[in-house]
């Protein structure tokens, strides 16, 4: 059974606590926050080649007004 979401009173926010480890803490309880994803080759290679393209469609007009191209 899922928890329901509430919110955080201002009472409350004194349990968030940042650690010497730059980790947030909860009523002294490590928050964990960390998801890693990764990708396969073929959607590798497909991101890849969508941020040079969004890179080269960025520095295109910039290009055009300073006569490289």
């Not at 002294?28 to 590798?44: F, K, P, V, W």
């Not at 007009?61 to 300073?66: A, T």
Request: aromatic share 10%.
């Amino acid at each position: 059974m899922a928890v329901e979401p509430r919110t955080v009173s201002l009472d409350e926010l004194d349990n968030l606590k940042v650690g010497k480890d730059d980790q947030l803490y909860w009523k002294s309880r490590a928050i964990a926050m960390e998801r890693r994803h990764s990708l396969n080759g073929g959607t590798l290679i497909a991101a890849l080649l969508a941020g040079g393209g969004a890179f080269l469609g960025a520095i295109h007009p910039f290009g055009v007004s300073f006569h490289w191209w």
